[in-house]
């Protein structure tokens, strides 16, 4: 069993540039979430989803899309790619939006120079 | 909206000592309460969960948790720290709206031989 996997593992990208983060979980989770993890301001919530079909913009949304066709995969587009957005994206998943635990993958690392 | 306060972004500790992690959240109740870690270059996991059912949560690797209403105050403890326990530890209370957790901005432990 996988859990969530990630991908890419890390990018350099280029200011302007398009860029997608893709997130697959196999645990028929109906919740994913979006984080981004900068040193000393924690993990920051982007975009979640509480089923497919649905997603909701979190604290820090601007810059960011995502979609959720279907339970599995959940995308995260920078549509035209700032320095500021270079980070940690960690997505992660519940079994509900209720309180469940989260399980996260292991995270991709983006650069924008 | 939740908000959570974690004291100290850097906690030192010996081998063997007492391991207190500091968190300290808003005002109001929070339906859940979670302690995350994060292990170097990995996702996170979760070590505890509070749910209102016991103010004292035991979790995974000898950590537990008191839930304290009057402090709004859910310190994390650990009798005996080992060099494993070096990593970054996050608080993350959710809110009675959207039951979603809201992140601390961690405390990195640091453990000496």
């Known amino acids: 069993i996988a859990g969530i996997t990630q991908a890419p593992t890390s990018q350099i990208l280029a200011a302007g540039r398009r860029m997608t983060l893709r997130c697959t979980q196999d645990?028929?989770?109906?919740?994913m979430y979006w984080y981004r993890q900068d040193l000393g301001l924690g993990l920051r919530l982007i975009h979640y989803?509480?089923?497919?079909?649905?997603?909701g913009k979190g604290e820090v949304p601007d810059g960011y899309s995502v979609s959720r066709a279907n339970t599995d995969d959940f995308p995260l587009t920078l549509a035209s790619a700032v320095p500021s957005q270079t980070s940690v994206y960690f997505c992660?998943?519940?079994?509900?939006?209720?309180?469940?635990?989260?399980?996260f993958g292991p995270g991709t690392r983006l650069t924008v120079l | 909206a939740q908000s959570v306060t974690q004291l100290g972004s850097h906690v030192s500790v010996s081998e063997g000592a007492l391991v207190l992690l500091r968190c300290n959240y808003s005002?109001?109740?929070?339906?859940?309460l979670f302690w995350y870690v994060q292990y170097p270059n990995q996702g996170l996991q979760l070590l505890l969960k509070?749910?209102?059912?016991?103010?004292l949560v035991k979790g995974i690797n000898g950590f537990e948790a008191e839930f304290k209403k009057s402090e709004t105050s859910f310190h994390l403890t650990k009798p005996s720290a080992h060099m494993s326990d070096a990593a970054e530890y996050f608080c993350?209370?959710?809110?009675?709206?959207?039951?979603?957790?809201?992140f601390g901005r961690g405390t990195s432990l640091i453990v000496h031989p």
């Open positions: 992660a998943s519940s079994a509900t939006s209720g309180g469940n635990e989260q399980f």
């Open positions: 645990m028929r989770h109906n919740a």
């Open positions: 989803s509480n089923t497919a079909g649905t997603t």
């Open positions: 005002s109001s109740v929070p339906p859940y």
């Open positions: 509070y749910t209102s059912a016991a103010t």
């Open positions: 993350a209370p959710t809110s009675g709206g959207s039951y979603i957790p809201t």
